[in-house]
Each structure stands twice: as structure tokens, then as C-alpha cells.
């Protein structure tokens, strides 16, 4: 993985979200309205790499957060936080993507504070703790996303869930996880109220971009299947399939989200979604 590669984008691990929360329980306004959004707020917790990274050496950890390309140990890492948004407005196809709306003004309010997002163009709005570091997560905190343009207010309200826990993440601080190259991985969660997303992302020299497995939805059928069925993202034990980890001696971010979809306002189209939550992080070194 190139040293360029921020290490907050691999431990945060957001998804693009493919636009569309389906459900048929809106109001009837909503069914109507032209303008949709979909947006994440994800954070990720303090993490000590030190002890747990490629003991033999290499390039030393970069300030911008890159990871180094041929091991080296990489310091502890702060809090992560990202918010990504779209917003655009329906095509009068209905297989079309939507069209996204640049010049908007769009501020996250948590517990209070505010953030405003830089507007990133085409209907993409993002800010980070890299960008803001007053902007950090908040249990039990009300976030709301307020967008304004041309002098209509569209909004989205959350209660932010509590933080995850893994418990096979804290049983050996400071050491990884050992797996045998393609073997299963299987992680039990200390609460199941929130639903929750698994990501895992090779951080090794010479491994594949991105990530090796999610579970976050991504396509409409899968939002569907979130909206009529959350039960499948809220088992007590989750299971990685061992296609996860298709390469040996290499070492793996796993990241588990809590997340909590908020209500979106009447202006929005019922696909729209508004997800926020928070991870518990791991490392898996494979043999």
C-alpha cells in the first residue's frame, strides 16, 4: 500500500453508499419530493499500532498519516471521524442516478457544536478530524445534518449510538489476532441494539486496494433488505468469511460500526438516508 494512502481513510473504511433507502412507510410527502440525500457519519476510536506492526523495519511513519510501504511501526492513532455526504435531485428516470447539487450549505450539529462541510462539488459535501480536530464523536449526542439551498431547509436527525465492542479486540491488548490465510474470523459483540457494519482492509506492503471485505449495503436491493430485515446486521457473533483474508503474513485492519439511520425530513425522497455510528478497530495478522 503506498505511503500516500491516508491511514484514517483504512481504519475509518468509509462505503460509498449507492443512494437508496427504500421503504414504504413515508409520508406521503416524501414519496413526492425531488431532492435526496445520502450521507455517513462514521468515527473510529484511539488505536496503538506500536506494538502490533511489521517488527522488521522500513520507512518511518509519515505526518500525514500515510502508512509506510515496507513495514515500520506507525505511532498511535487518534480518533477518527469522517462525514460524507451526497445531495442531489431525482432524474425523471427512475433508473438514473440522481443529479448532485453543488453550491448548497451543509452544517452537522453534535451535541450542539457545529461543523460546517466544505463543498467538495457535484453534489459532494465531506469533512474530517484531519480537516477539524474539534470535530469528534459523541454517544447519546442528537446529531443533525442541515442542508440549505436556495432558501429551503432540508434536515436529518440522529441519537448517536454508543460505542461497539468486541470483545476478542480487547482480550490481548497490543498483540493482533492470528488467522491462517483464509480462514474464518469470527467476533462476538458485547450489544446488539445498533445494526452493524464489518469492514476489513489490508494494510500490508503489496496488498490490494481497498477493501477485502464489507458488509455494508451498498446496491438498493441490500438497503431494502437493511429497511424489511435489519436482524441479519444484529447477530451476537459476527463471522468474517475467510475470503477476507486471501494473503498470508499480511496484516488486516477489521472494523466494526454501530450505526444508527436517523429521520430524514419531508422534503427528502423516501430513499434517502442519513447513517451514523461508531467502530471498535482490530488487527489480524495472517500465516
Not at 13 to 42: D, M, N, R, W
Not at 49 to 64: A, H, K, R, S, V
Not at 187 to 192: D, E, K, Q
Not at 203 to 223: F, I, K, N, R, V
Request: with cysteine; charged share 20%; net charge negative.
Amino acid at each position: 500500500m503506498s505511503s500516500s494512502k491516508p491511514l484514517a481513510r483504512a481504519v475509518v473504511a468509509l462505503a460509498s453508499l449507492a443512494l437508496v433507502f427504500a421503504s414504504g412507510c413515508e409520508l406521503f410527502e416524501s414519496i413526492q419530493a425531488e431532492k435526496v440525500l445520502a450521507a455517513t457519519v462514521l468515527s473510529s476510536p484511539e488505536y496503538d499500532f506500536n506494538q502490533t506492526l511489521f517488527p522488521d523495519g522500513g520507512q518511518p511513519f509519515e505526518p500525514d498519516g500515510g502508512l509506510p510501504a515496507d513495514g515500520g511501526l506507525i505511532p498511535t492513532l487518534g480518533p477518527q471521524m469522517a462525514a460524507e455526504i451526497f445531495f442531489g435531485e431525482r432524474n425523471s428516470d427512475p433508473t438514473a442516478a440522481p443529479k448532485g447539487i453543488a453550491g448548497a450549505e451543509a452544517v452537522l450539529t453534535i451535541g450542539g457544536r457545529s461543523f460546517r462541510l466544505a463543498d467538495k462539488g457535484s453534489g459532494n459535501y465531506a469533512l474530517n478530524s484531519q480537516d477539524d480536530p474539534d470535530f469528534k464523536y459523541e454517544s447519546d449526542a442528537e446529531v443533525k445534518l442541515t442542508i440549505e439551498k436556495d432558501g429551503e431547509s432540508f434536515t436529518a436527525t440522529v441519537t448517536a449510538p454508543k460505542e461497539e465492542r468486541i470483545e476478542q479486540f480487547h482480550a490481548t491488548p497490543g498483540k493482533p489476532l492470528e488467522l491462517a490465510k483464509g480462514e474464518n474470523l469470527q467476533l462476538t459483540r458485547a450489544a446488539i441494539e445498533n445494526v452493524a457494519f464489518t469492514t476489513v482492509m489490508p494494510m500490508s506492503a503489496g496488498a490490494q486496494e481497498g477493501p477485502t471485505y464489507t458488509d455494508m449495503p451498498t446496491e438498493p436491493l441490500d438497503l431494502l433488505d437493511l429497511v424489511a430485515g435489519p436482524d441479519k446486521w444484529k447477530t451476537k457473533v459476527i463471522t468474517v468469511p475467510g475470503t477476507a483474508f486471501p494473503e498470508a503474513d499480511t496484516h488486516y485492519v477489521v472494523n466494526v460500526s454501530a450505526v444508527a439511520k436517523g429521520e430524514t425530513s419531508t422534503n427528502l425522497f423516501t430513499t434517502s438516508a442519513f447513517l451514523v455510528g461508531t467502530a471498535d478497530l482490530g488487527l489480524v495478522k495472517t500465516k
